[in-house]
């Protein structure tokens, strides 16, 4: 469950609506909202995009570390 908890925390951060996140991945704020509510798994091309626009390490959204540096 962590990494919902992560995906909302950081939309949060960042003063986001869903709906916002939904636009910049090209889907619906419902499909988007079942991802933090982890109804439906997230594809890895999706966390990538996330990983990348809220510069943070993929190790940090999926929940493997604390620290939010990006690895690459």
């Known amino acids: 469950m962590e990494t919902y908890n992560r995906l909302k925390d950081l ?14 991945l090209g889907m619906k704020q419902q499909q988007y909202s079942e991802y933090e509510r982890g109804k439906r798994d997230v594809p890895i091309k999706v966390f990538i995009k996330l990983a990348k626009y809220y510069d943070v390490s993929l190790d940090y959204i999926v929940g493997l570390t604390n620290d939010k540096r990006k690895y690459w």
Request: glycine letters at 0%; hydrophobic letters at 35%; zero cysteines.
């Open 11 to 24: 939309r949060e951060d960042a003063n986001l609506k869903q709906e916002n996140i939904a636009q910049i």
